[in-house]
């Protein structure tokens, strides 16, 4: 009896023993699993806790706003610049590239004739870029790429163009007049710094529009107003567009589009981290490497209609020949948000199908849904910004509308 | 009067095994080291490292050899900074890298960190090694330990390797910064030395898998296949547009942001993600392989 006792005893121990031990080996599993949950709550409660402290500047109005953008006049600054696009490719043309190409210069200190059909790859994903400006005569642009980088500096009279990728490099002065009608036309045809870009985007301010100061934000570390630029009427596909206005500098920081059909911006485009302190001069310095392929002048010229050219990706070079003809007889129907340009190619129905030819005429086509009205029928193509309707006789309305707006264009026109 | 002094006696001896803890530490790790470092497989991978930038040294020199005019015509493809070798031997060094990192780096790593303790466990020599009175923690510690100085060293080959080649091959000076700035060729090397550390740094988080795999299995073909194999599927799942919310997770996904130490000013921002990626993988598998190592029964 009595052993048997024991034995069970000892058993029970033994059970015991075993237990705790499995337990205590247990326990050690918890360290990965803890050090996993810390990671993820790091990742994800510190940017929650960074953002949440919108900071508490004195309240201005709209128009106090639009005059501290006005009255900026940042000479020396340096920071990089984060750029998202999605316009809901692919894409048409040129149109909305020369858009995108406006939001991309928000971020460039300064008019540098950039050479490069390089920069058109902004118009898709999300790029990081770096700017740096000393004054109006020293600029730098960079967009970092994986491994490379392709840089524009703008130095005196200088004009450079350095693709490490490549190694490949372009060059001009600014007394070279090529580049000079380059400069000129740039600084018409897009808005070059943020300024221009805000001032471009407060021009179509009119009662069709309403901006309103909508609280405060933190931009790369700065406090910031933010203005809302919002269409009134229905029918344009912008949404709204909101600038974060730097509250020391009066110096855009952050320029988001968001579409009327809502999801993500359209473009987003904002400092990451920006410093007010004079650049380093060295930044501004460049001599072509050893070896790398100079490309002197008027080919910055080229390069800058080859930029127009590679804008329509998937397209060839044709449609965009007829669409630069046709851009002479633009007319511009409405007003406001909801203008739409029209003109005539000239040419008979679209250049997809035959002119283009093959499959890309097949695959032109299938981007594009048929719609029929007054004016006959044609082909809408969209994106998430840009609509096009291009109709049989050969007439191209473009806006930032909605697709109804634009048959009722072409309806009145 | 005889069991007091066992246990004077066995409190001597525990004295005597603690006070040169440190010591004995590094004796432990010299010696781990040294086994690793002499073994002909692991001399063999260091060789295949090794030729890597020899054989890309001599196809960029044939290849431009046959044109008078500069490099640079290959239009952009290929490792980074390829283009630029030609000028300056220098971009060797960061071309060679760019090479290897995405595989032959790696797969070295998966081969040494996978063998170490079920290489062990396998030629049955693993019990022997935790008979000496050094504990399993630190066993452990010893072994991540001699991955990670395989890691440098590895990464070190490379480099040397190729700025021999490219010293040989091409010409050295200044060089220019991929964001078009001028540097002198010292600071151009300290760059050089700068981003091999990173790209050591960047194999971290792969050591401490293949040591979690290691202690999983008493094979050692199996840890180093499984490792391995994990780092292709890593690698294939990075390429996958649809995965890009998780994509910033994977091991190897800023590999390649090394190459931001060539840039002017340099681009911490994806470095400093990749450092934080590789510690966060380092404490999580590390701490792993310790719970699944100190716990495990080990028969062979």
Redesign the interface.
């Known amino acids: 009896m009595a052993p048997i006792e024991t034995d069970d005893s000892t058993t029970a121990a033994e059970v015991d023993d075993l237990r705790a031990a499995r337990r205590?080996?247990a326990a050690?599993?918890v360290?990965?699993v803890a050090?996993?949950g810390v990671?993820a709550a790091t990742i994800g409660l510190v940017p929650a806790l960074a953002d949440s402290g919108d900071p508490d500047l004195p309240k201005v109005s709209a128009q106090e706003l639009i005059e501290k953008i006005a009255a900026s006049d940042v000479e020396q600054l340096s920071g990089?610049v984060k750029i998202s696009t999605d316009l809901g490719l692919p894409d048409l043309g040129g149109l909305e590239s020369s858009l995108t190409s406006g939001a991309m210069d928000s971020g460039d200190g300064g008019s540098s004739a950039d050479p490069s059909a390089k920069l058109t790859e902004l118009a898709t994903g999300t790029h990081?870029l770096?700017v740096a400006a000393d004054g109006p005569d020293k600029q730098k642009l960079?967009l970092?790429e994986?491994?490379?980088?392709y840089?524009v500096?703008h130095d005196g009279k200088d004009v450079?163009g350095?693709?490490?990728?490549?190694?490949?490099v372009y060059h001009s002065t600014t007394s070279d007049s090529g580049s000079d009608s380059g400069k000129a036309e740039k600084g018409q045809d897009v808005p070059a710094t943020p300024k221009d870009m805000a001032e471009e985007a407060l021009k179509a301010v009119d009662d069709t529009t309403s901006v309103t100061v909508d609280g405060t934000a933190q931009v790369a570390g700065r406090d910031a107003y933010r203005l809302v630029i919002k269409p009134k009427a229905s029918g344009s596909t912008v949404g709204q567009i909101t600038v974060a206005v730097d509250s020391k500098t009066g110096l855009p920081l952050k320029f988001t589009l968001t579409p009327a059909s809502g999801g993500a911006a359209v473009i987003d485009a904002g400092f990451?981290q920006v410093s007010f302190a004079k650049p380093?001069a060295?930044?501004f310095?460049?001599?072509p490497?050893?070896?790398?392929?100079v490309t002197e002048g008027e080919t910055i010229e080229k390069g800058a209609h080859g930029e127009h050219g590679e804008h329509d990706g998937s397209a060839s070079g044709k449609p965009e020949e007829d669409l630069g003809k046709g851009l002479d007889g633009l007319k511009v129907i409405g007003e406001g948000w909801n203008s739409v340009a029209t003109f005539d190619t000239g040419g008979e129905g679209m250049p997809s199908g035959s002119e283009v030819g093959g499959d890309m005429g097949g695959f032109l086509d299938s981007l594009g849904d048929k719609v029929t009205g007054k004016f006959g029928s044609g082909t809408v193509f969209s994106t998430r910004l840009v609509n096009a309707l291009m109709t049989d006789d050969g007439k191209v309305y473009v806006g930032a509308v909605t697709k109804d707006a634009l048959v009722k264009a072409a309806n009145a026109g | 009067m005889s069991q007091a002094e066992a246990v004077r006696t066995s409190t001597a001896q525990a004295q005597a095994v603690r006070t040169p803890s440190v010591l004995w530490t590094f004796g432990l790790l010299r010696n781990e080291m040294w086994t690793t470092f002499r073994r002909w497989r692991t001399l063999a991978l260091l060789g295949v490292l090794a030729a890597v930038p020899i054989l890309v040294g001599i196809a960029v020199k044939i290849e431009t050899g046959d044109r008078s005019g500069p490099g640079g015509g290959g239009g952009g493809a290929g490792p980074a900074f390829i283009s630029q070798i030609t000028n300056n031997g220098l971009f060797l060094v960061f071309t060679a890298l760019a090479a290897t990192l995405p595989f032959f780096l790696p797969m070295a790593i998966g081969v040494i960190a996978g063998d170490s303790i079920a290489g062990e466990a396998n030629a049955g020599t693993l019990r022997y090694l935790l008979v000496a009175p050094a504990g399993r923690t630190r066993l452990l510690l010893t072994k991540y330990a001699t991955v990670l100085a395989f890691c440098l060293l590895a990464t070190l080959v490379v480099a040397v390797s190729a700025l021999t080649v490219g010293a040989l091959l091409f010409p050295l000076g200044d060089l220019t910064t991929i964001s078009g700035t001028q540097i002198s060729f010292a600071e151009g090397l300290g760059r050089a030395l700068l981003i091999a550390l990173a790209v050591a740094a960047s194999l971290v988080g792969m050591a401490a898998l293949g040591l979690f795999v290691s202690t999983l299995t008493s094979s050692g073909i199996a840890a180093m296949a499984t490792t391995v194999g994990l780092l292709i599927t890593i690698q294939i799942l990075d390429q996958i547009p649809q995965l890009h919310a998780i994509q910033p997770y994977f091991f190897s996904h800023y590999w390649l942001s090394f190459a931001d130490l060539m840039r002017e000013p340099i681009y911490w921002d994806d470095l400093v993600k990749n450092l934080g990626l590789q510690a966060l993988y380092a404490a999580v598998f590390g701490s792993a392989a310790w719970a699944r190592f100190t716990t495990k029964d080990i028969a062979s």
């Open positions: 205590r080996k050690r599993y360290v990965p050090v996993i990671a990089t990081t770096r960079s970092l994986s491994g490379s980088e840089s500096i450079w350095y693709d490490s990728k490549s190694n490949e990451t380093a060295s930044t310095d460049f001599t490497p050893k070896g790398a392929k």
